[in-house]
């Protein structure tokens, strides 16, 4: 007969997990913390990705809609552009724990317990609030600087990551 025992940590009466979702969902725990090189690498490819929408968008898409005028819709498009880019890699950061440029390089962000993030604390104030305080004159280039002279300590977490209670971890490429 075969052995029936069950590990304390499962419940055999526990509906199935979601394994389901395509790879979508940031169910990792654990890990590596990553290089200060590979966040480096991430952040780049993001900010590269956001200039490359800006001029895909100003120099093919407005001149195909002819001579804009101020009032026309022409001017906007870049910025919309912009907009939609920083939206879906909100999405992806609430779904992965990574935007285009994390999951290039193998890294993922995750709370310090391991486990997934989600929008309002790790998309709204991790990203959206930390952008605007930098966009503050003077005031907003002493925090963005601290920001990123924290990646420099033992733990490589930026001031962003100290607030939110969040990491940046290792992970297989484009998982």
């Not at 526990?14 to 952040?43: C, H, I, M, Q, Y």
Request: hydrophobic residues 50%; contains cysteine.
């Amino acid at each position: 007969m075969r052995d029936m025992r069950v590990d304390q940590d499962q419940n055999p009466f526990a509906p199935p997990s979601d394994d389901a979702d395509w790879g979508l969902k940031a169910t990792f725990t654990g890990g590596v913390d990553a290089s200060r090189g590979k966040r480096f690498a991430g952040a780049f490819l993001d900010n590269l990705l956001y200039y490359f929408a800006f001029l895909l968008s100003a120099f093919l898409v407005v001149p195909l809609m002819g001579e804009p005028d101020v009032g026309d819709f022409g001017f906007g498009v870049p910025f919309l552009a912009i907009g939609a880019l920083w939206l879906y890699q909100a999405y992806l950061v609430t779904k992965t724990g990574q935007t285009i440029g994390k999951r290039m390089v193998g890294s993922r962000i995750v709370h310090m317990d391991g486990t997934r993030v989600g929008f309002i604390r790790d998309v709204f104030v991790r990203s959206w609030i930390f952008q605007a305080v930098f966009a503050i004159p003077v005031v907003g280039g002493l925090v963005g600087l601290l920001d990123a002279l924290l990646i420099f300590g033992d733990s490589r977490r930026c001031l962003h990551d100290y607030v939110v209670g969040t990491r940046v971890v290792d992970v297989p490429r484009w998982k």
